[in-house]
């Protein structure tokens, strides 16, 4: 805008910024929302598999953390067996290896080339991070599905399968 009124410039940089805040928020609400839909399968196996499988199970809710019911129902799911068939449980464990593997290997590979064209080594940190944070956490989420869902078709498979024959 060149030649033109200051203050015009002004509010047109503003009126473009405010808009590209407001698709960036927009971009990370629905990431957010996706990345929490993906997450049920993986907090609902890290709740049954850590010590800390009640905390998890609680996360998220309202009101207070400790009730003595919820504690004695805690309690009472650890002991019980798992509902879940073993071909699920392989699956999502095998999906989730195999989903954050790219993540982990672009981390690695990030952080040596950057090292390599002679960069600080807070730079190789951040290209790490960002292979962990980006591609492994999402590549983990996926795979973790996409594992179960598959553990689950062969389970449905194999038992009908026997119920045939």
Same mark, same amino acid.
């Given at each position: ?9 002004? #509010?047109?940089?503003? #009126? ?9 928020? !927009?971009?990370? *609400?629905s990431?957010?929302?996706f990345?929490s ?9 890290l709740? *049954?598999r850590? @010590?800390?499988?009640g905390?998890? @199970?609680?996360w998220?809710? *309202?009101?207070?953390? +400790?009730?003595? =019911? ?11 067996p798992?509902?879940?068939? =073993? @071909? +699920?449980? +392989? ?6 290896? !195999?989903g954050?593997l ?6 690695? *590979?990030?952080?040596?080339l950057?090292?390599? =064209?002679?960069?600080?080594?807070m ?8 292979? #962990?944070? !980006? ?6 989420? +996926?795979?973790?599905a ?13 038992? @009908? ?5």
């Amino acid at each position: 805008m060149e030649g033109g009124n200051t203050l015009v410039d002004w #509010i047109s940089y503003g #009126i473009l910024g405010f808009v590209l805040f407001a698709l960036a928020v !927009l971009v990370l *609400r629905s990431a957010w929302f996706f990345l929490s839909l993906l997450a049920i399968p993986l907090t609902d196996t890290l709740a *049954r598999r850590t @010590r800390l499988g009640g905390a998890i @199970r609680r996360w998220g809710e *309202r009101g207070a953390p +400790v009730d003595p =019911r919820m504690a004695a129902s805690d309690v009472a799911h650890e002991v019980a067996p798992s509902q879940v068939p =073993r @071909r +699920v449980r +392989v699956g999502a464990g095998v999906g989730a290896v !195999l989903g954050a593997l790219p993540g982990v290997w672009f981390a690695i *590979r990030g952080a040596t080339l950057t090292l390599q =064209r002679g960069e600080t080594v807070m730079n190789a940190l951040a290209q790490a991070a960002l292979g #962990i944070g !980006l591609v492994a956490s999402a590549g983990l989420l +996926v795979g973790t599905a996409l594992g179960a869902g598959l553990g689950l078709a062969l389970e449905a498979f194999s038992s @009908r399968r026997s119920s045939a024959g």
